[in-house]
Nanobody, 118 residues
């Protein structure tokens, strides 16, 4: 059993900040890659940020400079710090885990809603 649970989503005003968390539990022993995705109604799910086991990170152009992804290994928690939010950041944010480079599938959480509106 592997379970990912996101939290931290909220309704915020433009220019505000949020910090999302993703807790991982179950029989998992490696964390090759973890990432944050988001999906707005009627749109495809898109990659927001990712972090690899050795610390390398990547961001989508739309969030670069505003978002920061990090991981705390001691409690298997993934974070996404979101600053200077705008309405285009609205959507359901999902946590994803790829255990290793040879894994046949990855794990997803249920998502947490982020709404940016004045």
């Amino acid at each position: 059993q592997v379970q990912l649970v996101e939290s931290g989503g909220d309704l915020v005003q433009p220019g505000g900040s949020l910090r999302l968390s993703c807790g991982v539990s179950g029989n998992i022993f490696s964390f090759y890659r973890m990432g944050w995705y988001r999906q707005a109604p009627g749109k495809q799910r898109e990659l927001v940020a990712e972090i690899y086991s050795r610390g390398d990170t990547n961001y989508s152009d739309s969030v670069k400079g505003r978002f920061s992804i990090s991981r705390v290994n001691s409690n298997n928690t993934l974070f996404l710090q979101m600053d200077n939010l705008n309405p285009e950041d609205t959507g359901v944010y999902f946590c994803n885990l790829l255990p290793n480079v040879r894994a046949t599938f990855s794990y997803w959480g249920q998502g947490t809603q982020v709404t940016v509106s004045s």
